[in-house]
């Protein structure tokens, strides 16, 4: 993890801790799946829409575009996240090699406004960096004896 990174399990402090940034001066970002937007229903609608504390959020989409090609779980959340948002009146956009670029700058400029930004990552968008070493313990949970 990056020094400057702050672990955190549950979606709505962790958005009212990056408003509390943004409100102190400094920028933080969110970073959850889509299965956590419903925790942040109350932290946008109570505090970053109505007093304009916004917060960028990158979503990793599971589910989506194909629900099928991933966990059940995930199926109905990635075909609603973005109607959701929608609903909410938060600006998102997906991200791809061609809308990366423009999407940044459409949420800098969001941001800078006082209104959040979701940025959707697709589903396997991000991997491994090809230096890094595997992660610990990615073999799951040690058979009981």
């Not at 958005?15 to 969110?30: C, H, N, P």
């Not at 799946?33 to 304009?52: D, F, K």
Request: with cysteine; hydrophobic share 40%.
């Amino acid at each position: 993890m990056h020094p400057d990174a702050t672990g955190q399990r549950q979606r709505g402090p962790c958005s009212f801790r990056a408003a509390g940034a943004q409100l102190a001066g400094r920028r933080e970002a969110v970073f959850l799946q889509n299965s956590g937007i419903g925790n942040l229903i109350n932290p946008l609608t109570s505090l970053c829409q109505p007093y304009a504390v916004p917060v960028l959020a990158l979503v990793s989409m599971r589910g989506w575009p194909d629900p099928g090609a991933d966990e059940p779980q995930h199926a109905l959340m990635g075909q609603t996240t973005e109607t959701i948002l929608s609903a909410l009146g938060v600006w998102h956009a997906v991200l791809t090699a061609e809308s990366l670029e423009p999407a940044l700058d459409q949420a800098n400029e969001l941001i800078s406004g006082g209104k959040s930004a979701f940025l959707l990552l697709p589903h396997r968008s991000i991997g491994q960096h090809p230096g890094a070493s595997p992660a610990i313990g990615t073999a799951g949970p040690t058979p009981r004896r």
